[in-house]
Each structure stands twice: as structure tokens, then as C-alpha cells.
């Protein structure tokens, strides 16, 4: 087996990618979200999108085969391998506010733009620099009418999301914080990167 780094539940971790390596990521015990971000390591203005990818892609159900685009309309990642195969690419990481007004808590509670904006600030990413996040593992669902709900995720121990880096990135990745997102349990996820 792989030497994978650690992260610990609702926190997350910032490092560097070459264009070619490839990031696994693993739900080590099952139904556990991670939320990643993507800049472009030479130009931070460059940054994974949502929107693009969606358009270029034509779904939003990503997986294996496809790839993940940045706001300037070029590939930043390709899934190589997907045994999991629901992720989600339409919800902001949780925040603060999501408590207050999802979860109705006003105390302190970890969220992922909280560790998102920790570890990626010593890089210079401010918070407002991070952007909406693709949700590997998340099982989001939405009905006829277009209802979005958050359900548990569908990982099962072991399974794991591969991505090539198709430029030099920085990365930014959690253990999700939110308890919907997460059948209302906080576990690890583990990482590894290897050249290709």
C-alpha cells in the first residue's frame, strides 16, 4: 500500500503538484467527503471552476474520463480513476455561515473554507480567493423539480478518486466539516501523490 498522508477529520491540508503526478485520494473508512481546490501554481488567479466545467463537460455528474477545467477555459485535472463514482461540483465548501443558517448553530464549528483559508493562506490565498470546490465523494441529488438534497455519501472503506495534473497546481484539500455531507460522522481522508 501507498504511503498516504493523513488528514484528520474536519481539518484540511495546502501542497503542490508537477504537471503529470497523479493525486489519489482515499475515503479510508467510508462515507466521507473531501472537498478540493485547484490554482494554477505559477498564477493563483487561475483557479478551478465550477461553471466551466460543467459546461465542458455537459454534466454534472463527474467522473472517470472526465476533467476538471479553471476559470480561464483550460484543463487543470483529468479523474483517471473513480471507484466510487458520485462526486459533487455544485455546493460551496461549508462555512460559518452555513451553520448559522443550515444547521441553526451560532457556537464555533470547523468548517472547510476555515481550513481551505488556513492552509492555503501561506501561500497567499485569502479566503475570498477560494472557490467553490469540488466535492469528491459527496452524494448531492436533486428531483424533478430541481430540490437539492445532501445525502450520505456512497464511499465505501478504500475507495478512491485519481487525478493527473495537466499543469503545475497548488491544492487544497479537507476532511469535510459538514454533517449532512457526511451521514453525521467526522472521519480522515487520506492522499498520496506519484509521478506518472
Known sequence: MENYTIIPPQTGKAFT???????TVMDPQGKQVSDMVLFNLHDYGERISSGKTLDFEESILL??????????????????ADTNGRNDFLLAPCSKETFEIMYD??????SCLENLT????????????????????????????????VLPPTSKPGDYVEFEALMDLLVGLTAC??????????????YFIKDN
Open 17 to 23: 503538484m508537477k504537471k503529470g503526478q497523479i493525486l
Open 63 to 80: 467522473t472517470a474520463g472526465n476533467t476538471l477545467w479553471s476559470n480561464r477555459s483550460r484543463k487543470m485535472v483529468r479523474i483517471s
Open 105 to 110: 448553530y451560532h457556537d464555533y464549528h470547523p
Open 118 to 149: 488556513k492552509n492555503l493562506e501561506p501561500f497567499g490565498i485569502t479566503q475570498d480567493d477560494v472557490p467553490t470546490a469540488f466535492n469528491i465523494f459527496m452524494n448531492v441529488q436533486f428531483d424533478v423539480s430541481g430540490k437539492i438534497s
Open 177 to 190: 466539516s459538514a454533517e449532512d455531507s457526511n451521514g453525521g460522522t467526522f472521519k480522515p481522508i487520506h
